[in-house]
């Protein structure tokens, strides 16, 4: 096997960081965050939390959701300080 010059050459799934963007991940979940956007403070930790880059700003720069590649982990509901995404079932 030759060695690799550069990050480049990486096979995807070698990516650590790699965005589940090409992948249709949504279907793993079990439970969905919900957020309220009475809560929301617009801090974006969710946002630099969710390990998908599954939150997405809305066109009032409010987060939301992207469900084809949330996985439901609950990381950012763990990290909202205002408790404004609850995670549900389905
Ligand atoms: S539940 Fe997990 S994957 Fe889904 S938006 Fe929150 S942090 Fe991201
Ligand atoms: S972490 Fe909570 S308060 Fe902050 S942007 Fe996300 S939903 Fe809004």
Excluded at 5 to 26: D, L, Q, S
Excluded at 46 to 72: A, L, Q, R
């Amino acid at each position: 096997m030759s060695a690799l010059r550069g990050w480049k050459e990486i096979p995807i799934a070698g990516i650590p960081f790699e965005p589940a963007v090409k992948y249709k991940t949504g279907d793993w979940r079990v439970f969905r965050p919900v957020i309220d956007n009475e809560k929301c403070i617009k801090c974006g930790l969710c946002w630099m939390f969710c390990p998908d880059s599954s939150i997405i700003w809305d066109g009032d720069n409010f987060p939301t959701v992207d469900y084809e590649h949330c996985k439901g982990c609950g990381i950012c509901a763990h990290e909202c300080p205002t408790k404004a995404i609850e995670m549900v079932r389905g």
